[in-house]
């Protein structure tokens, strides 16, 4: 019975990545608006530079290019319902870096250490997708969406002094 009950408190609740699902394949294109990813670029340029050797820098940015409108859906949903997902998105933020610490690259533990692989990206997305869609490709575009706005605010990865500040950070400071 015990073990039932520790196993329900380190379950994450998954209705935010439901909800965020629903939301950028429901009508998001109508409200977001596009921030010209070449232009958004320049503000986390440093950071890709901080987290990856040189050789992997097209890569990842090209990872964040073929994101990028999930990318800025997610940061709308997360500011707008803030307050609604409140302790679901700090469940995840927690499950990601816990096991962030752990990847083999990670081999000071810690969750400011450079991220050093983009494959990462996706291992950390298979965390947050629910069980019974695990082998939906939309999900786990969303889900990787997901991870690559909680690296670029800073959850994760090296940081850098240009970085803009987080986003949870100003939420959490709003009445």
Same mark, same amino acid.
């Given at each position: 019975m015990l073990h039932q009950y520790v196993n329900h408190l380190?379950?994450? #609740?998954?209705?935010?990545?439901?909800?965020i699902f629903h939301f950028i394949n429901s009508g998001a294109k109508n409200i977001v608006t596009v921030v010209p990813f070449e232009k958004k670029f320049l503000t986390f340029r440093n950071k890709i530079h901080a987290n990856f050797h040189e050789c992997k820098h097209y890569e990842v940015k090209n990872i964040f290019y073929l994101n990028w409108y999930n990318i800025l859906c997610v940061e709308f949903f997360i500011r707008k319902h803030f307050k609604i997902f409140e302790h679901q998105l700090n469940a995840i933020i927690e499950k990601v870096c816990s096991n962030f610490k752990t990847l083999p690259a990670n081999f000071q533990g810690k969750e400011d250490f450079p991220v050093n692989d983009p494959d990462y990206f996706d291992r950390l997305s298979e965390l947050i997708i629910p069980k019974c869609q695990e082998n939906d490709p939309r999900y786990m575009l969303t889900a990787k969406a997901i991870i690559l706005f909680l690296f670029l605010d800073g959850k994760?990865?090296?940081?850098?002094?240009? #970085?803009?500040?987080s986003v949870f950070n100003e939420l959490e400071k709003s009445p």
């Open positions: 380190t379950q994450i #609740d998954h209705s935010v990545v439901k909800a994760f990865g090296r940081t850098t002094p240009e #970085d803009p500040p």
